[in-house]
């Protein structure tokens, strides 16, 4: 099903999509860019090249495909345009990102329909445990499909988050393939000054998740290499953890590499950097 | 005059638990989550006869609620089990955001709510539950009355496509209700006593005290209407303002906080569309505490005498 699209350039999706989501926030003066252009290559790759969908015909239940829930619903501007753009509903519909009567809000949400949307995420900590059920519902179903998910760094200090870690771990959900955004920022700074997860790389061990780390989560081929050696591992019996190493904001100058970007729109002559630093090539919505 | 008898006292979580079996059998999208109550939620029976149907999620109420909702994703139907305090309080935002604005087919299934939870006291003993589910949009809010009816209402929320909040008890209590009781319906209200004087609203263990109420009243030459609010969302407005119409006065009987519940959700709607004075039976603005079921009732003034007390009351500002 993911064959249509395999005659896109990655590399020249991510600086279209990197385009879209500065102009996406710059219009609403709000909204997470630090986030969403740290992930784009993930985005790329998942939505682009492995994930098993059909994005013309979405459905809730996705019998028979792969799912992907976003547990860090903050940064729909990724999201979005990368839905948008890989055929889930018109690229045209980007402008309405944050604004009155739109489906795209501010974080995703199902009540809107929007295509691609399985459950409203935004509030911290929820989307892994989703994205656990519904693997194991799928197991349930005899459906062979994988469902995925993504969580920020920040967001493992949400407890619930190790609660789904131990359920996950102990139900041998291993058909659940858990990408975690580590970008070592937050909103108020750095992770390791907010709450410092000291071995994090252990903590995911000794709750008993099979953990494999890619240490350039934004180099397209790195990031691909590392979600098929994940995917290698599923069916073994342990949920798989990729501790995916990002620069917040990367492929912006001046927005890389720290936590002022979390949640802060670029002004019209910041745009204008952006923009020039990342050319137009599958067409601005 | 109908009298209303009980032959034996169940507790209305086994009506649960054995309504959970029975609609296991007929639909096998349902499945049970249960966050180590299992015993406690009579959750056993199903376990057995469905142990790939049945998850045990540990202590961990806000994981339970999203998987549930994840599984809800796929086209299952889950039941989650737990006390009504962790069912609700412990997991507001889990059910606000994955179940109530996300849509899902959750059924939420909570026991030991009220003071009739009795010696746990009142950190267990939430009042609260009725005003939080209700408040959240898309949610249906059910709360039977005796073991025949949470059953049976066990069994019709599978058929409610959305969430559900399902609120049942702990204590054995009159079985006074038919089995498989033709008249019940999710959203309709049930007229157990008909009457002219005085309309009494109950809900859960309360109706009963509300019938008994209504025969020693009787006796004194009141006539009380006594309407069973088993589903106090989505509110049956009609029936609500044609007895009232009649009756021109109201008391209402619940096993929760005055803010919120029941007699809450009967005055909003009187207030906007027929005025009418009202004595609320509930707990006002207290927490509970330990002690027996019958103390608890009596100390809070949810007891049988509280409610003829309320109805002379009201009678006198008609």
């Known amino acids: ?285 | 005059m109908k009298k209303f008898e009980f032959s034996v006292k169940k507790d209305t979580r086994s009506g649960f638990g054995d309504g959970l079996l029975e609609v296991g059998k007929k639909n096998e999208k349902i499945v049970g989550l249960c966050a180590d109550l299992t015993g406690s939620l009579k959750m056993n029976a199903f376990q057995k006869q469905f142990p790939n149907r049945f998850f045990q999620c540990g202590i961990a109420e806000a994981n339970m609620m999203g998987v549930a909702a994840g599984m809800a994703t796929v086209g299952l139907i889950p039941y989650t089990g737990t006390f009504a305090n962790f069912a609700t309080g412990r997991v507001y935002d889990q059910i606000r955001q994955s179940i109530a604005y996300s849509q899902k087919n959750v059924k939420i299934c909570a026991s030991h709510a009220g003071l009739t939870l009795g010696e746990d006291g009142a950190t267990h003993q939430i009042l609260e539950d009725i005003g939080l589910m209700k408040m959240l949009p898309h949610m249906t809010v059910v709360v039977p009355a005796d073991y025949n009816q949470t059953k049976q209402a066990t069994i019709a929320i599978a058929d409610i496509q959305g969430p559900v909040y399902l609120r049942f008890g702990r204590p054995s209590w009159p079985v006074f209700l038919p089995e498989n009781d033709s008249s019940f319906q999710i959203g309709k209200a049930q007229i157990l006593q008909e009457g002219k004087d005085v309309t009494i609203f109950a809900c859960g263990h309360l109706v009963w005290n509300a019938l008994k109420a209504a025969e020693i009243l009787y006796e004194q030459n009141i006539a009380v209407e006594v309407i069973n609010i088993h589903t106090i969302k989505p509110l049956d407005k009609e029936a609500i303002l044609k007895s009232v119409s009649k009756t021109r006065c109201v008391v209402t009987a619940e096993e929760h906080q005055k803010n919120g519940g029941l007699g809450d959700t009967i005055a909003q709607l009187l207030a906007e569309q027929l005025p009418t004075p009202i004595e609320f039976i509930a707990v006002n603005d207290s927490f509970g505490q330990s002690g027996t079921p019958a103390e608890l009732l009596k100390v809070y003034h949810l007891d049988i005498p509280d409610i003829i007390d309320a109805v002379k009351k009201v009678l006198t500002r008609k």
Not at chain 1, 42 to 57: A, G, S
Not at chain 1, 88 to 94: C, H, T
Not at chain 1, 213 to 224: A, H, M, P, R, T
Not at chain 1, 242 to 270: C, E, I, K, R
């Open chain 1, 1 to 285: 099903m993911n064959t249509t699209f395999k005659k896109i350039d990655k590399a020249q999706m991510v600086y279209q999509i990197r385009r879209d989501i500065v102009r996406m926030v710059h219009q609403v003066q709000s909204g997470h860019p630090g986030g969403s252009l740290g992930c784009v290559e993930f985005f790329v790759n998942l939505f682009f090249d492995i994930l098993n969908h059909d994005p013309q015909n979405f459905t809730m239940e996705a019998i028979g495909q792969d799912m992907f829930f976003l547990s860090n619903g903050h940064i729909t501007p990724v999201y979005y345009s990368t839905l948008a753009r890989c055929g889930y509903f018109p690229i045209d519909e980007l402008k309405t990102f944050r604004k009155i009567h739109s489906r795209l809000q501010g974080h995703p949400a199902t009540l809107e329909g929007l295509p691609g949307v399985r459950v409203a995420t935004g509030s911290l900590g929820q989307g892994l445990s989703v994205a656990v059920g519904a693997a194991q519902a799928k197991k349930l179903l005899h459906d062979p499909n994988i469902v995925y998910v993504l969580t920020g760094d920040g967001e493992l200090n949400e407890g619930q988050i190790w609660e789904a870690f131990m359920y996950a771990a102990h139900h041998q959900v291993d058909n659940l393939f858990i990408t975690i955004d580590y970008n070592q920022q937050q909103i108020d700074g750095p992770t390791s000054e907010i709450m410092n997860m000291f071995d994090l790389k252990a903590k995911l061990f000794a709750f008993g998740l099979e953990v494999i780390e890619c240490k350039l989560g934004n180099n397209i081929q790195s990031v691909y290499d590392a979600i098929v050696m994940g995917k290698s591992l599923l069916r073994k019996g342990k949920p798989v953890v990729l501790l995916l190493h990002t620069v917040m904001g990367h492929g912006v100058s001046f927005m890389a590499g720290t936590h002022h970007w979390h949640g802060v729109a670029p002004n019209d002559d910041q745009l204008q950097v952006a923009l020039i630093e990342n050319p137009e090539t599958y067409g601005d919505y």
